[in-house]
């Protein structure tokens, strides 16, 4: 046994572990146990050296020596004990669960992560406090003894406190089943779990949505290395850094990603939301500050400052579901300072943030009705930058080459703030894919993973668009030094152009049917119809404009079109240029006449009806449409029974335009009458024996005027 | 053409809201040549004055309005096919004219800002009435003589819509867009 005396007991290093770990405050939340040098130290009070030595003392001193291939075995039945007698208290197995993180947290600092090497850590640990353990009797002892430690620490954490000190992430890795338990521990730190509700909020997670496991790597891969400021620890970084999938890494995001409830946390663990930067942008233009209502923060908070408090408050009703609450009562005077060092306004639990970026991008918010602070400047939609003199002409270079022409900076004095300049009017629609750093927030982006996005969607259920209408492929932001990447569609491999931030599947000609689209290990699926079959179209709420009829005469019952216009009895309903309802005047039908240079006479059943119509000029319209004029329309005062082509040539002939018997007349007079005859007795008789045999009638009536 | 495809996907949507029509048209005219007011917004009032969608502008909502055979006035005879054109009705539109020998099918006429305009030269209303009928849609020989003798004279609403002379004496003042305020005259 080492000669160094054990500053801490096992029991102490119990609950100074569970003190550390395993709180109230991290109710909910995924903890990780993670232990090294520098947190034993912390936890004890002891250097590092001597931290390390007094744990692995303490566990030396309950392993059961007398059984060199059973070492744990005093410690399962202690931790067996424990349960069956209520699980009062922390697990008594945490510090030997500690040593074992330990030993993993220093294979993890190594470039050798095979499991075998594992274990002479652990035994170079147990060595140390003077355990002359065999290598293979150690692996033996861990095999047997190791896996009802953690499953006692998960069921304590899971089940007997229902996640109120905290949700366990033990999680077995595939190839490594027993050595794979603590290594899932080295992960992350306990202030890299708050980290990863930013990385949720980051790739735009939705509660309880499932996103598959392989694209949540690649996604914390390419977040992390975004995260200038976020350090995550050395166990994670080096599972980040590994070719090979990195399973741990992958299940415990999963994990993490199925239970997050939309709940941004800061280091300390308290619920954070981000205040914007809003612009009026009405003369007197205006800066000032927002506060957005985000899950998990109540409808009153209230903020102490220094001399004051604030009181911030929303209303409950009046917002749609996808519509942003804001809180009223943010009584700030705003200030540049704000810009360059941030500013941070909390309570006990909750932390409203405005980080101090170097330029922010403010879009139009429909509900505050100003311009307000973004994450990311959005694809091909007008914003304004209040950005930093020292990195102006950075942002002014990057405008010049890809923002369309028309953005402006803004000279007028006391809006921007000292050291600040005000741009508008910028508008950037495709994105470089090889900018960083500084910039990157300038890189148009709607969405931080691979989504479908636009497209012509149809109401036949979720993901269902129009043939020729698919949704875009929009890419999340990845590395233009990477080999060249490819997406795919329904397994078909194709090249994704390294300028491009989206790719248009509708320039694909893909056919109607289900389509599966891949890119990096994110998959998306979507479906297309050619048509939903309707000779109709399938209107759910019909839009028309309602006249009701007084004196026969329709009056709009609304100035333009209504939805869900209801049409009662004696109204009309027009839809574009249909025309419906119980009444309505009818007009008569046109007759179609071919174009002659002669003209037409048109004769109807009563003597008198007769009018010549003279072939109407082309319409300019047509002229300038290509269209031909061969016929044209005629409304006739009288229904028309005879239309007679003139012709010079073959002399003018009859058609039977509607069967109607002659109408004597009792005193024909004047000189319509005379022509209605003339024009009869003037043609030839019709070839067709039904027209014929009226025309001989037609004739007696016109014989008859005659002789009168 | 693009203006076609919209036509098609708000006859096959059959209805919708305003933020659905703007974000399509954003989508399919994105990189267009189109100048500036080629808007969603002055698109959906082309698309409502050619009879293909009515709009509530207040609800902001949209709804295809129903297919019409549709003589005009003054055409040489040429029907036209205004409201929604779902592609199943295009299909049997173009199946009817090629097999009916009274229709001769004309080329859609392109439209530089609005669908194509479908004509059909006919020689009889009669003979288009029947085509509509076979298609399962509307004939409508001239809305806009029904709409006018519907519709009250015009001087029947002047005379209810006389407004009193203005008040004199209080000055005036014009509003000044590019400062966004009144100077008073």
Not at chain 1, 11 to 34: G, I, K, S
Not at chain 1, 315 to 332: A, K, T, V
């Amino acid at each position: 046994m080492s000669t160094l005396p054990a500053t801490l007991s096992y029991e102490e290093w119990t609950q100074r572990l569970a003190d550390r770990f395993f709180r109230a405050e991290f109710a909910m939340n995924h903890v990780m146990f993670f232990v090294d040098g520098d947190c034993l130290a912390d936890i004890s009070g002891l250097d590092e050296t001597q931290a390390v030595e007094s744990l692995a003392n303490a566990v030396a001193g309950k392993l059961h020596r007398q059984k060199p291939r059973q070492l744990l075995l005093h410690v399962v039945r202690a931790t067996d004990q424990w349960k069956r007698a209520g699980a009062v208290g922390p697990p008594p197995a945490l510090p030997t669960l500690a040593l074992a993180v330990l030993a993993a947290t220093r294979m993890r600092r190594t470039t050798d992560v095979a499991g075998n090497n594992y274990y002479e850590w652990l035994l170079a640990l147990l060595r140390d406090a003077g355990v002359p353990a065999d290598k293979d009797d150690l692996i033996e002892s861990y095999r047997l003894g190791i896996k009802p430690l953690w499953d006692a620490l998960q069921w304590w954490l899971d089940e007997h406190h229902e996640g109120q000190l905290g949700l366990s992430t033990i999680t077995g890795h595939s190839l490594w089943r027993y050595v794979g338990l603590a290594d899932s521990q080295t992960l992350f730190s306990s202030s890299d779990t708050d980290k990863l509700t930013m990385f949720f909020a980051w790739i735009g997670l939705k509660p309880g949505e499932s996103v598959d496991e392989h694209e949540l790597v690649q996604l914390f891969r390419l977040w992390a290395a975004r995260q200038h400021d976020i350090k995550l620890n050395l166990g994670t970084l080096t599972q980040l850094e590994e070719d090979e999938h990195p399973a741990q890494l992958a299940s415990i995001l999963a994990a993490s990603a199925a239970r997050w409830e939309g709940v941004v946390r800061d280091e300390e663990g308290r619920k954070q939301a981000t205040l914007v930067v809003t612009l009026d942008a009405r003369p007197p233009w205006k800066l000032g500050l927002a506060a957005p209502r985000v899950p998990g923060f109540p409808p009153q908070l209230e903020i102490a400052l220094p001399g004051r408090k604030l009181s911030l408050h929303t209303e409950d009703s009046g917002y749609l579901d996808d519509e942003i609450q804001w809180y009223e009562g943010l009584d700030l005077e705003f200030s540049g300072r704000f810009l360059e060092q941030g500013l941070q306004l909390s309570s006990d639990d909750y932390v409203l943030r405005l980080p101090p970026f170097h330029y922010q991008v403010l879009h139009k918010s429909r509900e505050l009705g100003l311009w307000a602070s973004e994450q990311q400047l959005r694809p091909s939609e007008p914003a304004w930058l209040l950005v930093r003199d020292r990195v102006l002409d950075e942002v002014s270079g990057f405008l010049g080459e890809y923002a369309r022409e028309g953005w402006t900076e803004v000279k007028t004095e006391g809006i921007a703030p000292p050291g600040w300049h005000l741009i508008r009017d910028v508008i950037v629609d495709h994105p470089p894919v090889a900018v960083d750093g500084v910039l990157s927030r300038l890189c148009p982006r709607t969405s931080n993973r691979a989504a479908l996005s636009g497209g012509l969607p149809l109401p036949a259920g979720t993901g269902v668009y129009l043939e020729r209408g698919e949704p875009d492929l929009v890419l999340p932001p990845w590395d233009p030094d990477a080999p060249p990447v490819t997406f795919s569609v329904d397994e078909r491999e194709l090249p994704v152009d390294r300028g491009a931030a989206g790719v248009r599947l509708a320039d694909l000609d893909l056919p109607p049917g289900s389509h599966e689209v891949r890119f990096q290990g994110a998959k998306r699926t979507f479906s297309t119809l050619w048509s939903r079959g309707s000779v109709r179209p399938r209107v759910e709420r019909p839009v028309g404009q309602v006249f009701e009829l007084i004196n026969d005469l329709g009056v709009p019952r609304t100035p333009g079109a209504h939805v869900d216009a209801e049409v009662k009895d004696g109204e009309l309903l027009l839809e574009g240029a249909l025309l419906t309802g119980t009444q309505g005047a009818q007009a008569p039908m046109p007759l179609i006449l071919p174009v002659v240079p002669e003209g037409h006479v048109l004769l109807g059943a009563r003597p008198g009806e007769i009018s010549s119509v003279n072939s109407p000029t082309k319409p300019g319209w047509m002229v300038r449409a290509g269209l031909e004029f061969r016929v044209f329309e005629h409304d006739p005062k009288f229904p028309v029974v005879w239309q007679i082509r003139r012709s010079s040539l073959s002399g003018d002939r009859a058609v039977l335009v509607n069967y109607l018997d002659p109408v004597p007349v009792e005193a024909p007079e004047g000189v319509r009458i005379a022509s209605w005859r003339l024009a009869l007795e003037g043609c030839t008789t019709p070839a067709n024996e039904t027209a014929a045999e009226l025309w001989t009638r037609y004739l007696e009536i016109a014989a008859g005027l005659a002789d009168a | 053409m693009s203006n076609d495809l919209l036509l098609e996907w708000v006859s096959e949507r059959g209805d919708g809201s305003w933020a659905q029509f703007r974000r399509a048209h954003e989508w399919l005219f994105e990189g267009s040549q189109n100048p500036n007011y080629v808007t969603p917004g002055f698109t959906a009032g082309l698309l409502s004055m050619l009879g293909h969608i009515e709009v509530d502008w207040v609800a902001e909502r949209w709804a295809a309005c129903p297919p019409v055979l549709t003589l005009l006035p003054s055409a040489g005879a040429h029907a036209l096919l205004t409201g929604g054109r779902t592609r199943a009705l295009m299909a049997d539109f173009n199946r009817e004219l090629s097999e009916d020998m009274n229709f001769y099918p004309l080329e859609p006429h392109k439209q530089r800002f609005a669908p194509s305009a479908v004509l059909v030269p006919c020689e009889s209303s009669a003979d288009v009435q029947a085509l509509a009928q076979r298609l399962g849609i509307a004939f409508e020989h001239s809305v806009s003589s029904r709409l006018a003798e519907l519709l009250a004279p015009l001087d029947r609403y002047l005379n209810l819509s006389l407004s009193a002379a203005p008040a004199r004496g209080y000055g005036f003042r014009v509003f000044d867009a590019t400062r966004s305020r009144g100077e008073t005259m």
